[in-house]
């Protein structure tokens, strides 16, 4: 029976350790043990290639090992108890969150196999893979099932089972240099193998914080307090290779109290989130909610306790909350890796060593900017959700025309921001950004606790009211966000850019299934889900501004925002004088292009927003303000009118497929928006095309691709097949591919042909455009398909303005400048002349 346990426990070792997860691990022994690393030996106990093992390289490997067998079996033991303890469920979702971050962290070359410290001992070796192998996702499962079928005989088990893995490791190790020089030969395929394991990490993250649905009070103080030491470690990987006496933790507390204060007040939070509609005689006081215990939770939670429910309605649960506030703090802090990684890598190449200097201090300023403007993004979609809060409405007694108005109401002033951006402007500095961001926050969720109230049809007005104050919140958030990732984009180009148009494009699909887990935690009445729900996204609106909060003045500002610095037509003039290193003041400088583009139309000085409205005589404006007019008519159109387009291709269809659209629309709206600023920014370093050009392109496919969905629809008859459905909702849902590459490339155009100095404004003043197109689309398109009896015209109509605005992209130069002092003079004459 002892046998066939280890053996059945070695074969799962084996199994686990030939896993792309472990194998990529395989390396750090081979490069440990066969006497070269960067051609130097580090342990003499290698052998030439040919040679037989030496007996110095078998007694190192037996060091190895022990040192391996008995650290995995003392990690692994430690792993299983919390995966099997009272503390569970808050142990799976605090590894999910570090496999996510260090799966992002991978990616950006932060965090690779080779990077842990140079032991020459050779059992310290053996522990380093221990640590590095036993909290791997891919030999967890495998060790979960050993443990499972041998919990009499565990110690032997895991024994057999940590031989499993060692046995590749140690073979490749006894076969000399030969597999070294195999490994340098195939190292592009095993780097590629790297980074699609670090996206697994990631996905295999995502997953175990999501599969927990339950927390007790212990493990939500684990998830609590996992989210500020995760953050400290995304500073240490990016603040390794600063001098040793910088003072990491010092400079970096003022991050890390700012996480913990936010995870106090979003538990704070949770009262006021969970608690009964406000003037409900039936319930109790929210001392009573807050201190009574779901008995049917606890019932159903882990051996810990159940989730304390401070609510007497049973869907209101705060597990909900915190299922959803982890989910929340695992993708912040995998984007903002990536923010770190695109601000490190442009600050390196074209920062002035003289005027920044690479501290923690900065890293950690950077990292509280962009995680607030990540949080603020999240918000500035949430209007285009609203679709999925009509059956509340309508169990409320407000008709269909009504709730289409009330939607309307919201996303026309998602896109009036142009006020809030001349506000930003107006007060200027760090005073603009938090001013303004307080304002969008506090409108916001003011509207969702007005709306959380809102009942009655008799209160209809006060519904599209505090929707309205909803969008002009949002708005708000967003054009702080979008100014704040173009004056961090090292080159214009669009990577952070793209961080906030991701963020906001998460924001639809964060939204719908924020609420979707929070409603379906009981199944409650509809007027108490929408009160319920109406106030977690206000406490959403309130519990991202901290963040902000904790921006100082910083020794150096943005050098694209100030114009220091920056490629022709983002920044300043001298581009060729910014040196390569900035640690040296005498590094060799960056060589320019011999003919850099600079636009006519740049605005280097500060403006007013009087002065700003000149844009709107500028053709090459105009032409943009078209053209993003006709895109985001599109996205609307999908937006809106999803279930509909849906009933009326395939009325007898999966229901699964087009109840998904919202969803799958905005994730593709996300890996868009990434893809689209990465791209832009290597064809724009390259001057392989102008981001125009790029967006051009990006038109005519999608336009093309809209095409072929009118004529999928109108040759396929009311019964199309499975595949053909699959096929359609691909053409529905990849439009958020042209979306969330307007949200990341139409600022830059912006950024690169009127500047960033009156960026706020002008890009303020083009969001007239989809707040046209948030209002007409709906009205418009649900009057073509009822008097044409389909859709199907609309989809040739639009994916042809599409692929007209795509190539108008493409050839249209901008040669006109932007004469706003002139037009400045002449009012003043024109004021002179009456007074």
């Not at 030496?54 to 650290?71: K, N």
């Not at 140690?170 to 340098?184: Q, Y």
């Not at 809060?389 to 269909?400: E, I, Q, T, V, W």
Request: charged share 10%.
């Amino acid at each position: 029976m002892l046998a066939a346990t280890a053996g059945m426990a070695y074969t799962s070792g084996l199994a686990a350790a030939l896993s792309p997860c472990v194998v990529v691990l395989i390396p750090l022994v081979l490069f440990r043990f066969s006497g070269h690393i960067a051609s130097k030996p580090l342990l003499p106990s290698h052998t030439k290639h040919g040679a037989r093992p030496s007996l110095q390289l078998v007694a190192d490997l037996a060091g190895f090992a022990l040192g391996f067998l008995t650290a995995y079996v003392a990690f692994a033991s430690a792993v299983a108890y919390a995966l099997t303890s009272s503390a569970a469920g808050g142990v799976t979702a605090a590894m999910g969150m570090i496999f996510a971050v260090s799966g992002a962290l991978s990616l950006a070359d932060r965090m690779q196999p080779l990077d842990v410290p140079l032991l020459s001992w050779p059992p310290a070796v053996g522990v380093a893979f221990a640590a590095l192998v036993s909290i791997n996702p891919c030999t967890i499962p495998f060790l979960a099932v050993v443990i499972s079928y041998s919990a009499r005989s565990a110690a032997v088990a895991l024994v057999a089972f940590g031989c499993g893995l060692l046995t590749p490791a140690i073979t490749c190790a006894l076969m000399g240099s030969g597999v070294v020089a195999l490994v340098k030969r195939h190292g592009a395929a095993l780097h590629y193998l790297n980074r699609a394991m670090s996206a697994v990490l990631i996905a295999a993250g995502g997953w175990l914080v999501s599969s927990v649905h339950t927390y007790s009070t212990l493990e939500a103080a684990i998830v609590a307090a996992a989210a500020p030491v995760v953050a400290a470690f995304v500073l240490s990987a990016f603040a390794a290779d600063l001098p040793p006496n910088t003072g990491l933790y010092r400079d970096a507390k003022p991050l890390l109290v700012l996480l913990a204060g936010a995870t106090v007040v979003v538990f704070c939070g949770l009262v006021a989130v969970a608690s009964p509609p406000l003037g409900l005689a039936s319930h109790n006081s929210m001392l009573h909610a807050a201190l009574t215990v779901n008995d049917a939770a606890e019932s159903s939670t882990s051996p810990g306790g159940g989730c304390i429910d401070l609510s007497l309605l049973p869907s209101c649960t705060p597990c909900a909350v915190i299922r959803i506030a982890a989910l929340a703090a695992t993708a912040v802090l995998t984007l903002l890796v990536y923010a770190l990684h695109v601000v490190h890598r442009g600050t390196h190449d074209l920062v002035v060593a003289h005027t920044m200097a690479h501290t923690t201090k900065w890293y950690a300023m950077t990292a509280a900017v962009m995680l607030g403007t990540v949080l603020l993004s999240l918000l500035g979609s949430t209007p285009n959700a609203f679709n999925r809060f009509n059956d509340a409405l309508k169990a409320n007694g407000y008709s269909d025309s009504y709730v289409n108005l009330v939607a309307s109401w919201g996303l026309v002033a998602v896109n009036l921001n142009f006020v809030m951006g001349a506000l930003k402007d107006h007060i200027g500095g760090r005073k603009g950004f938090l001013i303004t961001a307080a304002l969008g926050t506090v409108l916001g969720a003011g509207g969702y606790m007005i709306m959380s109230l809102v009942t009655s049809t008799k209160a209809g007005p006060l519904l599209c009211f505090a929707f309205f104050l909803v969008g002009l919140g949002n708005g708000a958030c967003f054009i702080v966000a979008m100014s704040v990732g173009v004056s961090l984009s090292p080159t214009g180009s669009g990577p952070s850019v793209a961080l906030v148009g991701a963020a906001m494009g998460l924001s639809v699909a964060f939204t719908v299934n924020s609420v979707n887990v929070y409603g379906d935690a009981g199944g409650c009445a509809g007027d108490h889900c929408w009160a319920s729900w109406m106030r977690l996204l206000a406490l959403f609106c309130l519990a991202n501004y901290p963040h902000l909060l904790s921006v100082e003045d910083r020794e150096t500002e943005s050098l694209v925002a100030k114009g220091d610095v920056g490629p022709p037509g983002v920044g300043g003039d001298d581009f060729a004088s910014v040196p390569l290193d900035i640690n040296s003041a005498d590094a060799a400088p960056i060589s320019a292009p011999s003919k850099p583009y600079v636009s006519p139309s740049y605005v280097h000085e500060p403006i007013s927003f009087l002065e700003a409205l000149v844009v709107l005589k500028h053709p090459y404006y105009l032409f943009l303000f078209a053209v993003e007019f006709i895109g985001f008519f599109s996205a609307i159109f999908i937006l809106t009118q999803a279930s509909q387009i849906w009933d009326d291709f395939a009325p007898h269809g999966s229901s699964e497929l087009g109840g998904q659209i919202l969803s799958v629309f905005s994730y593709f709206n996300v890996v868009a928006a990434l893809a689209a600023g990465s791209a832009n920014e290597i064809l724009s370093r390259r001057r392989i095309c102008r981001t125009a050009t790029f967006a051009g392109i990006t038109f005519v496919i999608w336009g093309a691709l809209f095409i072929f969905g009118g004529i999928l629809a109108a040759t396929t008859g009311n019964a199309p097949s499975k595949a053909v459905q699959v096929i359609f909702f691909l053409v529905l849902t990849s439009d958020a591919v042209l979306f969330g590459a307007m949200l990341v490339l139409f600022p830059t155009i912006l950024a690169e042909e009127y500047g960033y100095v009156a960026f706020a404004k002008i890009f303020g003043l083009l969001n007239l455009s989809p707040a046209a197109a948030s209002f007409i689309a709906p009205q418009l398109t649900g009057a073509i398909s009822k008097a044409a009896g389909s859709y199907n015209s609309l989809f040739f109509a639009i994916g042809a303005l599409m692929a007209l605005g795509g190539i108008g992209l493409i050839f249209f130069r901008n040669t006109k400048p932007l004469n706003y002092m002139a037009s400045t003079r002449a009012r003043l004459a024109s004021l002179n002349a009456k007074a």
